[in-house]
């Protein structure tokens, strides 16, 4: 299969990325590739689906990664995995002899190896420019459920389900597959229900996660929920107010630099410090031009403000509100100057153990074991038109219409976009720009 028989077979399927920012898998295709990497590092603690399903669909995932690598012309595939993710690791090896192009690299337990820019240098020693993308240095990164929808699009199935991990205070932590759109009530449910009062949903890892309300939907990119107590660590950080820390940090921050050198990109050669945006926002130092420019490099992994700062303050979220001030006005991001990678970038990485006892959330360290069959039952979805970068699916049913399960509901639009799929039996209810709701016959 060429490049673009497989890109108008990931466009027209839905396939983006299956976490993150949900990147359209059929632009990432490019002849320029030279690597390409099958990212199963679960890069934020806790998150184990990706292992599951590489360990249980390892046939179907590995061979989709050579028909993508072909594609492509890539010399080499390289499957990414953390080296105490033994059945991934296993499950691989038993088949791999079978393709002379791919090999494993085994990744070490730290956050956050599945950062892509990060998992180029580890996997390739090559280091993806400040700002610049992975096809520069010629590497593609796709993640293992990724790579299974595109085997599953390859076959004719569109994108209409998602793999969650539910975990946190439930009684029966899982991993299933549901229609994307479903309730995160109830999905939680799946899970056996809330074992304790007052709890928030938290959707993602708990270094980037964020607070969802109930009746939030299921979208590609959704990794996780985890049921956490609302005075929980993570929970009170995230909800902090930008004015009282900005207030702190005045404060507060002493200039101490351990949030600058625990940066993963700041060791890889970037130049983001934030260090000095502490010290830039909180005392209105306009003087520092680059501390400002250079937030735009920050990959909002949360290493500064969730493990590094000895004082608790939140780089991280001054940091965001930088960068988001400066796109609001226009300003983009410049070339920036790429420095040596640090000699000591092995010993400032985070060990997942011990930021995993940071958090405070050891005891949601549950096995939740994979069901990858799709649970039935949901008696209404809402499906996002953007769920992905780029633009929104352009909605292409009317409220009344009968549609079934894989039926195209939303079209992909002029440039970077995917078409979008009902993901139950039933009849369309709502229609905006925004969203559709189908309720099940």
Known sequence: MDVAALSKILRENGVVGAGGA????????????????????????????????????????????????????????????????????????????????LKICTLPPVYPAGDEVTMIYRATGKVVRPGGLPIEVGVIVYNVETIYNAKRAMEGSPVTSKLVTIAGEVKNPVTVRVPIGARLSEVIELAGGETAEDCVFWVGGPMMGVIAGKDAPITKTTNSVFVLPRESYIVNKLKT????????AAACCCQCRLCTDLCPRHNLGHPIEPHKIMLATACNNFKDVNAFLNTFYCCACGVCELFACPQGLSPRKLIQLVKGGLRANGIKSENAVQSAVNPEYELRSVPIDRLIA?????????????????????????????????????????????????????????GLSVNIHASIDGTVTAVTERAITIKAK
């Open 241 to 248: 107010d930008n004015k009282v820390e900005m207030a702190r």
């Open 22 to 101: 949900g990147f359209p898998s059929y632009a990432k295709l490019n002849t320029r590739c030279e690597t390409v990497l099958l990212n199963c590092a679960e890069c934020e603690p806790l998150l184990r689906l990706h292992r599951q399903l590489l360990a249980k669909e390892t046939e179907d995932i590995i061979s989709a990664f050579e028909e993508v690598r072909k594609a492509v012309r890539a010399k080499e595939g390289i499957i990414c995995v953390k080296e105490h993710y033994v059945d991934a690791i296993e499950a691989v090896t038993s088949v791999i002899s079978e393709y002379k192009d």
């Open 358 to 414: 940071r958090l405070g959330v050891g005891k949601y360290r549950a096995k939740a074991p994979l069901d990858n069959g799709k649970k039935t039952g949901f008696d209404e979805v809402k499906i996002l038109c953007s769920q992905h970068i780029g633009a929104p699916a352009k909605p292409s049913v009317k409220v009344g219409d009968r549609v079934n399960e894989g039926d195209v509901i939303a079209t992909a639009a002029d």
